[in-house]
């Protein structure tokens, strides 16, 4: 099983700035099998970035993914009011489907 | 446009057992490659698969909790339906399905969500 280790498990900023959420794999993730979501209070998991880099649709530019092997990284540009939440990586490259432990991001 | 909806019990005792149904629209477990899972999440904590079933009646478990999950579906109701044996009051959780694609691997897009709670 594919262990996923989000980190860090809360970050501060302020509506403008660069966020930069860390996942790591213990093992290779097959072929950059690797999703991110956001997910609000009392709402569903929302699917943000597949294949690692890809962009689900009507996701902004201002979210971006990048990475392989075992380090992928979430980027989110110029945050907005709405963007903060909890984030949440998935591997589906092997089973079993494996998610890491999130990251929150809160208002500074 | 593709949903899908959560439905069961909110309150369940503990040796009891979970059924949950999924009933979904805009897609059809017919087509090949189509498939859902089903995934939850304990208050507070994050996010756990539990199984998958595809258009063609393969099934995938979560292996630590394999020996509890049935999974099923019928085509004809748009339904796919979670059988879970045993519950305790660690399996309280948020119980969510979701689409998935056998070529594409990821959960899009998800319901909703059902809270079950497991108390006597």
């Known amino acids: 099983e594919i262990g996923l280790t989000q980190s860090p498990g809360t970050l501060s900023l302020s509506p403008g700035e660069r966020a930069t959420l860390s996942c790591r794999a213990s093992?290779?993730?097959?072929?950059?099998?690797l999703a991110w979501y956001q997910q609000k209070p009392g709402q569903a998991p929302r699917l943000l970035i597949y294949g690692a880099s890809s962009r689900a649709t009507g996701i902004p530019d201002r979210f971006s993914g990048s990475g392989s092997g075992t380090d992928f990284t979430l980027t989110i540009n110029r945050l907005e009011p709405e963007d903060f939440a909890v984030y949440y990586c998935q591997q589906y490259g092997s089973s079993p489907i494996t998610f890491g432990q999130g990251t929150r991001l809160e208002i500074k | 446009q593709i949903t899908l909806k959560e439905s069961g019990p909110t309150l369940v005792k503990p040796t009891q057992t979970l059924t949950l149904t999924c009933t979904f629209s805009g897609f059809s477990l017919s087509t090949s490659g189509v498939g859902v899972g089903w995934i939850r999440q304990p208050p507070g904590k994050a996010l756990e698969w539990l199984a998958l079933?595809?258009?063609?009646?393969?099934?995938r478990y979560s292996p630590s909790l394999k020996s509890r999950l049935t999974i099923s579906k019928d085509t004809s109701k748009n339904q796919v339906v979670l059988t879970m044996t045993n519950m305790d009051p660690v399996d309280t959780a948020t119980y969510f399905c979701?689409?998935?694609?056998?070529?594409?691997?990821?959960?899009?897009?998800w319901g909703q969500g059902t809270l079950v709670t497991v108390s006597s």
């Open positions: 979701a689409h998935r694609n056998l070529n594409s691997g990821w959960f899009d897009p």
């Open positions: 093992q290779s993730v097959t072929s950059s099998y």
């Open positions: 079933i595809y258009w063609d009646d393969n099934k």
